[in-house]
């Protein structure tokens, strides 16, 4: 099979297509012929080499979901058959013709998705829920705050509000991606410059001063100590990214007054049993609402496997708004 290779650290440019064996499905997994990958910011790291693929995973092979079609069942699988569309996601070689995965980590696609916008939805959706829903427990009329509501999993935590009741607000590099944001329900949201502190005076304005009662944080660094600021008494923060930095200084008095729970959350390094739970609850509460069209997926560009270095020079550029997909 044809696969995307890291052949050293580096830039895009150390991106290769190689030949490699097709993988075998172990009793309880099935090969899955991928027809669709998206990118994520783990991918990028990867490539850099400040982020090792867990135990098990393709260590050289990018990609955390797909969208594809069954080719083959383990002798211990009963619930999927040869045909079958299913996404999902990985903890590595996703951006390969073929992979195989533990059969209770995957979905069943709605008739009506395409594959590109297939491949968008996995990561983002069950990333967004899992934070917002299952862990935060948001509620609704709560005011919820997405840090980088530009990307793939913010304008899937949007949706995901509304879809809950909640009442979203974000922040976003530039204010152009604050406006497109709108059109998936977001209230109101803030372009942030180089001082995220600058986000505070708006957030006083947009809650009346009473504070935000979840955040999702998919930025880190210099974004969590406003985020603890601004939040109301009891509130959730998810930290969920460290594009901004791996390190932050916070006021421990303000999140003891505040009684504040932070809580760092990722989908990678979870136990299969854990993935299993996750990626039930997406298809129980989140597919149906994909299938109606309630919820949609963001794709900002799409490239073929063959135009992989090109797909993460984007990627990189921090331009995208949704997900830069990948046709297998």
Request: hydrophobic share 45%.
């Amino acid at each position: 099979m044809k696969a995307a290779v890291i052949t050293r650290f580096g830039g895009p440019e150390v991106l290769e297509i190689e030949d490699r064996p097709t993988p075998i499905p172990k009793p309880n997994e099935i090969l899955v012929r991928v027809c669709a990958s998206a990118l994520n910011r783990a991918d990028v790291h990867q490539r850099e080499g400040n982020y090792s693929a867990p135990p098990g995973a393709p260590a050289d092979v990018p990609g955390l979901e797909f969208a594809g079609v069954v080719a083959g069942v383990g002798t211990d699988v009963f619930e999927w058959r040869e045909g079958d569309r299913v996404f999902g996601i990985v903890a590595g070689g996703g951006n390969a013709e073929f992979l195989v995965t533990d059969a209770r980590c995957v979905a069943r696609v709605p008739e009506r998705l395409s594959w590109t916008d297939a491949a968008a939805i996995p990561e983002a959706f069950i990333t967004a829920h899992d934070a917002l829903v299952t862990q935060a427990q948001v509620r609704p009329d709560e005011r919820v705050l997405i840090h980088a509501v530009g990307s793939g999993v913010g304008l899937a935590a949007v949706q995901l509000a509304r879809a809950w009741g909640a009442i979203p607000f974000g922040t976003a590099r530039t204010a152009d991606k604050i406006v497109r944001a709108r059109e998936f329900g977001l209230d109101d949201g803030v372009a942030v410059d180089a001082d995220p502190e600058t986000m505070l005076s708006e957030l006083e304005r947009w809650t009346e001063g009473k504070g935000v009662n979840v955040t999702l944080d998919l930025v880190g660094g210099g974004y969590v100590s406003p985020s603890i600021r601004a939040s109301a008494p009891r509130g959730r923060i998810m930290l969920i990214g460290t594009v901004a930095g791996r390190a932050a200084t916070i006021s421990v008095g303000m999140v003891l007054g505040k009684r504040l729970t932070i809580r760092g959350t990722v989908l990678r390094a979870r136990s299969v049993e854990e993935k299993r739970v996750v990626t039930s609850a997406f298809a129980r509460e989140v597919v149906p609402l994909i299938a109606s069209g309630q919820l949609r997926a963001t794709v900002d560009r799409i490239y073929p496997l063959s135009e992989i270095r090109d797909a993460h020079e984007w990627l990189s550029s921090n331009q995208s708004f949704g997900k830069v997909v990948v046709t297998v």
